[in-house]
């Protein structure tokens, strides 16, 4: 009956966003915009949050769709008025961190691992392997940069420059991000963009976070005993629950426990 009697204030609501996994487009579980696009739109929309939480906990992956999901809530805090805080569980880095920073304040456990503002890739090279079975790759382009860092034939210097070149231009994106969002809080006197990754602690020294909390504590004290907590995520598909793309979801289950070892965890 509370509900329909308008003089009668509700208890405040906060709407939580869990974002947890590797970031990229494929993968069962991977963060992306397109299976987190509804979720965010819902939270911001849903009720009348007094706030948005992201409980993050994600050693990164693709810098676009990072950067995609980061604008989303942004637009939608912005259009909105909604402040969003963002709460650290084991690891926000590299993409990460890039959703953290969408928030408004970050905090963090003391134990949380936060930064790795850099950009990495990685490959193998298989042409001596290749060789040595007497296995011959036959490649045939019509562009010279059609075939670049072929990972079957040998490196080409101007092909290691063209890429560290596209390395340099997406670092110095995710630079421009955090500078931005976390204006007059970072210290001048160190490099935040080696990729060098900090504990909580020494995240709040140099700026990267504001401060050590756990969600729910944080928020009652935010926002009174009484403020309740609703929950969103992206749902799986019927098919991933019951275990198809077995291999595919197998082989990004371990890249993702390769990604989480990066960082001791």
Do not use: C
Not at 17 to 37: E, F, P, V, Y
Not at 41 to 68: D, H, T, Y
Not at 150 to 166: G, H, I, Q, Y
Request: charged fraction near 25%; aromatic fraction near 6%; glycine fraction near 10%.
């Amino acid at each position: 009956m509370k509900q329909w009697l308008p003089f009668i204030k509700s208890d405040p609501t906060v709407a939580v966003i869990r974002l947890s996994g590797m970031i990229g487009t494929s993968g069962r579980g991977a963060l992306n915009d397109q299976s987190l696009g509804p979720v965010i739109e819902k939270a911001f929309s849903r009720g009348k949050p007094v706030a948005v939480a992201l409980e993050i906990n994600s050693p990164g992956g693709s810098p676009v769709q990072s950067s995609l999901i980061g604008a989303r809530i942004r637009r939608l805090a912005e259009e909105k008025n909604i402040p969003v805080l963002a709460f650290v569980e084991d690891v926000a880095a590299s993409g990460g961190y890039w959703l953290a920073v969408a928030a408004d304040e970050i905090y963090a456990d003391t134990s949380s691992v936060v930064g790795s503002i850099g950009v990495i890739s990685a490959g193998f090279g298989l042409h001596e392997l290749m060789a040595k079975n007497g296995v011959e790759r036959r490649v045939y382009t019509a562009g010279n940069s059609k075939s670049m860092l072929d990972p079957f034939r040998p490196e080409k210097p101007e092909d290691v420059a063209r890429l560290k070149d596209l390395l340099e231009d997406v670092h110095a994106n995710f630079k421009e991000h955090v500078t931005a969002r976390r204006a007059g809080k970072l210290v001048e006197d160190r490099d935040l963009f080696s990729g060098e990754v900090w504990l909580a602690r020494k995240a709040i020294e140099v700026g990267l976070i504001d401060g050590i909390g756990h969600i729910k504590p944080h928020l009652k004290e935010r926002f009174g005993k009484k403020v309740k907590l609703r929950n969103y995520g992206a749902k799986q598909g019927l098919l991933s629950r019951f275990g198809a793309r077995i291999v595919g979801d197998a082989l990004n289950g371990i890249e993702e426990r390769a990604q989480f070892a990066r960082f001791g965890l």
